[in-house]
């Protein structure tokens, strides 16, 4: 649907002359209420929605947004088990026209159905546009930001109401409430969803979660030293600048919160933007912190002390050998201009090569220098916090554990590098992160990375239409055609496109006599799946896709099978099974986890003293999904998680 923000004048071409005229300024909004209609329509998803989320068996471990204090306490969620929890997003979206070379800076708007368990949250199909308009739109004071929330917040109205919205679903007519469980963005994007200071430069008080300004930020450390923002406190503040006697007292009071305007959202119901715009731990991370304080380390190693130079850097991570999982992700060479203190360039890494980067950094570095020294520990200590906060389950007792290290290593870092920069905003961010975990569960449930990966199909339909004319309008138009193609139900096997490539085989062969036998009798042994007698197929696979997740059998693919004395278990991947009607198996060689290298952020494994046989494992009752690889470094076996293992061990 079309709204229209206003009008404007320009100048166009009409045949040989110049003629002025009006050109309407719109943005187009898909309603979130219909598209949730035709995706209820898949009764795998309707029961998905109608069962209550599932909550860890373990209180004292975190596993999604439901372990979480907001969601037990939410005055919906907590009380309507069918309620239809909501995450939004927003982010802006560079197109080039390859004919002009001129840039079409658009905003696009999508949300996604939480109810779903994570495994799907992760697939591009659970997300959805809702809106989209040009970035200048945003940025016009007599349009902006909440003109776009506008027909959001009257559906969120309905749906949030007491009698709930009426969906029209094949079985008949069924009312359900919902609401927005959180608003997901970027640093500027959040702050502009919330009525913040996008630009925190400008604003005395730098943070949506508190009331920190630049003086305090570089000295305390600790979330209890800063005064929370809270709805209350933001409501009073919201009225002093509105109704401020003048202009100029307006302004100050603005800059002063670190407010703008009053956020169209707070007319949503049960949503508070002092609550629910939660840290995106991928910005602060990978797009952040780490590259911020890694720059600052390479400096000194390279420029300071001499360690090594960049060509020996580079080279080293050119020939690193990172394992067949990561080598879309193999980082890029990191140039001069990357190190300069001015940069702004992420280290020439994109998000997934930072996070992959971040991982082996200590094996190439540890070659060259000294890992007893403070400049060591400070790099070591933000891997470790970063490698728990990406955790897909956390326990309690390792959120007070990250309290304490996040305060100890900004103070180590002030110390090392104090006299040449300062504390960034995204540093003190990092504060809030053990008790935004304790209220959304792990962080890692709520981040941006698939949401931004959604920005890939638009760019692809951008480049195939070849009409830059109207964007927002052909690539809106585009999207609500496929979205009704991916809803034809093909069959009644078909559940719907999100659920619909779970699992994708490479070579495959069938097994007979002995072989399925030898087959049967591991499975029945090892895994309680009960009687095998009756099975008529069983596969040896040399490779299988399941949920984005590359399985093979390789001397270098490693799973984590669960735990003992506190270390994980590792095996690598010896043989592939998949029996028709109970899924795939896998035979795992057995490793011995000896302790874990806290220099080297990593699990020194060895092959055992006296053979240990076979472990075989169902790939649903894995506890960590991904492979790993082993890294060698002075003739011992490390295996890297980027997850810590330790967060819920």
């Known amino acids: ?337 990357d190190l300069k203190k001015t940069a702004s360039t992420n280290l020439g890494q994109s998000a997934s090569q930072m996070w992959l980067l971040s991982t082996v950094l200590p094996f190439i570095l540890a070659e060259f220098v000294d890992t007893t020294t403070d400049q060591w520990k400070c790099l070591i200590s933000i891997i470790e916090i970063m490698s728990l906060c990406l955790a897909h389950k956390i326990s309690l007792t390792t959120i007070v554990y990250l309290k304490r290290a996040i305060k100890e290593h900004l103070q180590l870092f002030k110390s090392l590098f104090g006299n040449m920069c300062n504390i960034t905003p995204k540093q003190h961010y990092l504060i809030h992160l053990p008790s935004l975990t304790l209220k959304f569960g792990p962080l890692v449930r709520s981040w941006c990375m698939r949401f931004e990966a959604k920005h890939a199909y638009f760019k692809d339909q951008a480049k195939i239409i070849k009409n830059f004319k109207n964007l927002p309008l052909s690539l809106s138009r585009r999207y609500q055609f496929s979205l009704c193609a991916d809803y034809i139900n093909v069959s009644k096997e078909d559940h719907g496109p999100i659920f619909r490539k779970e699992m994708a085989f490479g070579s495959a062969k069938v097994l007979y006599g002995e072989d399925k036998e030898t087959v049967v009798r591991n499975v029945e042994r090892f895994t309680g799946v009960g009687s095998l007698c009756d099975v008529t197929e069983i596969y040896s696979l040399g490779s299988v896709q399941i949920l984005g997740t590359l399985y093979k059998p390789d001397n270098d693919s490693f799973l984590n099978f669960g735990s003992q004395n506190g270390l994980p278990n590792f095996g690598r991947i010896a043989n592939i099974w998949f029996i028709v009607n109970f899924g795939v198996f896998f035979a795992l060689h057995v490793m011995v986890t000896s302790h874990y290298d806290e220099n080297l952020n990593a699990f020194q494994v060895e092959e055992p003293d006296l053979p240990q046989g076979f472990e075989v494992i169902k790939q649903k009752d894995l506890e960590f999904p991904f492979v790993c690889h082993s890294h060698k470094f002075r003739d011992n076996l490390y295996i890297v998680i980027k997850e810590n293992p330790l967060a819920w061990l």
């Not at 450390?221 to 009225?239: A, G, K, N, P, V």
């Open 1 to 337: 649907m079309k709204y229209v923000f206003g009008k404007h004048r320009e100048s166009v071409r009409r045949g040989k002359k110049m003629r002025i005229v009006e050109v309407e300024d719109a943005f187009y909004y898909i309603s979130v209420l219909k598209t949730i209609q035709v995706q209820l329509g898949c009764s795998k998803l309707l029961d998905i929605v109608l069962a209550a989320p599932e909550k860890s068996a373990d209180p004292s471990i975190l596993e999604d947004f439901c372990d979480g204090t907001f969601f037990q306490n939410h005055e919906l969620f907590s009380n309507d088990d069918s309620a239809l929890i909501l995450l939004l997003y927003y982010d802006d979206v560079n197109f080039i026209n390859p004919l002009t070379n001129k840039n079409h800076k658009l905003s696009f708007f999508y949300y996604q159905i939480a109810n779903l368990p994570p495994e799907y949250r992760s697939a591009l199909k659970s997300i959805h546009l809702f809106a989209v308009c040009k970035t200048e739109h945003l940025s016009n004071p007599k349009y902006g930001f909440n003109k776009v929330m506008g027909p959001l917040v009257e559906e969120m109205k309905m749906i949030g109401s007491d009698r709930g919205y009426t969906f029209s679903l094949p079985i008949g007519l069924l009312n359900l409430r919902g609401g927005i469980f959180a608003f997901l963005a970027d640093t500027p994007a959040s702050n502009k969803a919330g009525g913040f200071k996008e630009g925190v430069g400008g604003a005395r008080r730098k943070c949506r979660h508190c009331m920190a300004n630049f003086e305090d930020m570089q000295c305390l450390f600790m979330e209890e030293d800063f005064q929370l923002r809270s709805m209350d406190s933001h409501l009073h503040q919201l009225l002093r600048i509105e109704n401020a006697a003048s202009e100029y007292l307006k302004g100050f009071y603005s800059k002063h919160y670190g407010i703008n305007v009053r956020t169209k959202l707070l007319e949503a119901p049960y949503f508070d933007p002092c609550e629910q715009l939660v840290e995106d731990i991928m910005h602060i991370f990978l797009e952040g912190v780490l590259a911020y304080e890694i720059k600052l380390l390479l400096n000194y190693y390279i420029t300071d002390i001499k360690a090594f130079g960049l060509s020996d850097l580079n080279n080293r991570i050119q020939q690193f050998c990172y394992g067949y999982s990561n080598s879309k992700n193999k980082p890029s060479f990191i140039l001069e201009r």
